[in-house]
C-alpha cells in the first residue's frame, strides 16, 4: 500500500509543473487526496485537496488560479497541476489520502503519505 508522488524538478519562475500521486495496492476512488508542500525551514502546509467524489477546495488563497487538483480513478493518480511558478513555491510536494475525514488540510487526518518530490523554482 503506498503513494507514489513523482514529477518535481526546476523551473524558472513563470513556467509550469504537474505532480502525480500514483496510488498502489488500495483503491484510491474512495479516498479524499490532498497536496501539501513543505518548504526549508517552514511547516509543512495544506494546499488543496480533492474528495473522493471530485470536489476541490483551496486552503491557500495563493494558490487560487495557479494550481488545480484533479483525479483520474481509472489511473488510481490524482494530479496537482500548477502555472505561474513563483521562487515562493520551491518546497518538497507530498501528496496524501484519507478514507473517513474528507476533505481536510489536517495533516494528521491522512492515512497514507506519498515521498514527496522536490519542486524548485528559479527566479
Known amino acids: 500500500v503506498q503513494l507514489q508522488a513523482s514529477g518535481g524538478g526546476l523551473v524558472q519562475a513563470g513556467g509550469s509543473l504537474r505532480l502525480s500521486c500514483a496510488a498502489s495496492?488500495?483503491?484510491?476512488?474512495?479516498?479524499?487526496v490532498a497536496w501539501f508542500r513543505q518548504a526549508p525551514g517552514k511547516e509543512r502546509e495544506g494546499l488543496l485537496c480533492?474528495?473522493?467524489?471530485?470536489?476541490?477546495?483551496y486552503y491557500a488563497d495563493s494558490m487560487k488560479g495557479r494550481f488545480t487538483i484533479s483525479r483520474d480513478n481509472a489511473k488510481s493518480t490524482v494530479y496537482l497541476q500548477m502555472n505561474s511558478l513563483e521562487s515562493e513555491d520551491t518546497a518538497v510536494y507530498y501528496c496524501?489520502?484519507?478514507?473517513?475525514?474528507?476533505?481536510?488540510?489536517?495533516?494528521?487526518?491522512?492515512?497514507?503519505w506519498g515521498q514527496g518530490t522536490l519542486v524548485t523554482v528559479s527566479s
Open positions: 480533492i474528495s473522493s467524489s471530485g470536489g476541490s477546495t
Open positions: 496524501a489520502a484519507n478514507t473517513y475525514w474528507g476533505a481536510s488540510r489536517r495533516a494528521g487526518e491522512y492515512e497514507y
Open positions: 495496492g488500495f483503491i484510491l476512488d474512495y479516498y479524499a
